[in-house]
Each structure stands twice: as structure tokens, then as C-alpha cells.
């Protein structure tokens, strides 16, 4: 398994890891039943700007040949001291630690880039989610809002 940053030709890859998300991770991920990824936003997924986006892939196979297994990634948020972040994981991949592994990688570049952590929305029934999250080292408060978790990770002290 490599991770890397995601590039422009990652679309067909990632709209391929889309449609293998079942109805469930998408709503966890989207927060709506979003059936279809178009060109055009996926365009918009694909081509970040890296002065306000770092996104990070999970990719296994061969260079070439690899298929992308999961996506994580932050956004400036518009304070400017925190980051947005989330991430997804194929769901024939959950459970190996992967999405741990890229919350790390944030953590680690989102610290590089200066911020002071992340703030995160998580649906209150996304279990998974939300033990990444616990198994991690950082603080994290957390304010429930209608089914939602607004989450707050402190790098401070870390």
C-alpha cells in the first residue's frame, strides 16, 4: 500500500472508489444520497489547491495499475487556524487501520502547515469514525447538534 498526494489524472480512480462506497459510507461521507459523481465534480475533487487543500490517497497494486483505496483530507477552514477534515475508506478495506493511518498523515502535514487543528462534522451514527478519533492521541471536544457531532482536535500541547 502507498500513499500520496492525490493528482488530476486520479479521477477515473477515485470515480471507481465512489461507486464502490455503499449507500452508507456515502452518507456518512456526504452527508446526503449523493447516486452519481460527474466529471465536473470530481474535476473539482481532483484539482485541489494546495495552498488551501492537502488530500491525501490510499493506493494499492501495481504503478499503473494501482486502484485507490481510500481518500482523506483537510481545507482551510476560513479562520485560517483550523483545517476541515475527513476521509473514506473502501469498504473492503475498513477495519486494517488505514483510516487511522491517514487521519496520522493529516495530523502530521496539517502541524507542518502551521494550523492548531481540525474541526470535523460526523454523523452521531458513524461509529467507525468516531473511534478513530478516540484512538488517537489528541483532544477532542465534541458538541452534539441534531444527529451531528461537530468536533473540535487540538493540536496544542501535542
Do not use: W
Amino acid at each position: 500500500m502507498r500513499f500520496r498526494a492525490i493528482k488530476p489524472s486520479d479521477e477515473e480512480a477515485m470515480r471507481r472508489l465512489f461507486y464502490r462506497f455503499s449507500d452508507e459510507s456515502v452518507y456518512y461521507r456526504y452527508f446526503s444520497p449523493v447516486k452519481t459523481m460527474p466529471h465536473s465534480k470530481m474535476q473539482e475533487y481532483v484539482n485541489v489547491d494546495c495552498n488551501r487543500i492537502v488530500s491525501i490517497v490510499a493506493a494499492v497494486g501495481r504503478a499503473g495499475e494501482e486502484h485507490i483505496i481510500g481518500e482523506a483530507r483537510f481545507a482551510k477552514n476560513p479562520t485560517g487556524h483550523y483545517a476541515d477534515m475527513g476521509f473514506i475508506v473502501d469498504e473492503d478495506y475498513k477495519g486494517l487501520g488505514i483510516g487511522f493511518h491517514l487521519y496520522g498523515m493529516l495530523i502530521r502535514l496539517a502541524k507542518e502547515r502551521g494550523f492548531k487543528g481540525f474541526t470535523a462534522d460526523v454523523l452521531a451514527s458513524n461509529k467507525a469514525m468516531m473511534r478513530v478519533f478516540e484512538k488517537g492521541e489528541l483532544p477532542v471536544s465534541a458538541r452534539l447538534e441534531q444527529s451531528v457531532f461537530h468536533l473540535t482536535i487540538e493540536f496544542e500541547n501535542s
